[in-house]
């Protein structure tokens, strides 16, 4: 079993930003497709972005032109960076990578917005 360790979240005030961080075992991170979900207090998890092998991304609606998914083949490592944030971001952010043999998550990074 994989364990994923995110890193990087914290308090921010609206408007500011946070990059999260992902490393994996390169066996791993080379073949799966990473992704970054989210969970808020009373509400079920939700998927943020995603982002295949080959570079192609996709964004939950209420973060797109905000949030970019990004990953480092040279570091093994899945990234978040996240801008323009707002209170309704808040939320625990987890880590996934995921193909048709595994599926793997990380503990969770908290990020919180306010003021």
């Known amino acids: 079993q994989v364990q994923l360790v995110e890193s990087g979240g914290g308090l921010v005030q609206p408007g500011g930003s946070l990059r999260l961080s992902c490393p994996a075992p390169?066996?791993?991170?080379?073949?799966?497709?990473m992704a970054w979900y989210r969970q808020a207090p009373g509400k079920q998890r939700e998927l943020v972005a995603t982002i295949i092998n080959g570079g192609s991304t996709n964004y939950l609606d209420s973060v797109k032109d905000r949030f970019t998914i990004s990953r480092d083949t040279a570091k093994n490592t899945l990234y978040l960076q996240m801008n323009s944030l707002k209170p309704e971001d808040t939320a625990v952010y987890y880590c996934?990578?995921?193909?048709?043999?595994?599926?793997?998550w990380g503990q969770g990074t908290q990020v919180t917005v306010s003021s």
């Open positions: 996934n990578a995921r193909n048709h043999n595994f599926n793997y």
């Open positions: 390169r066996n791993i991170f080379i073949i799966a497709t």
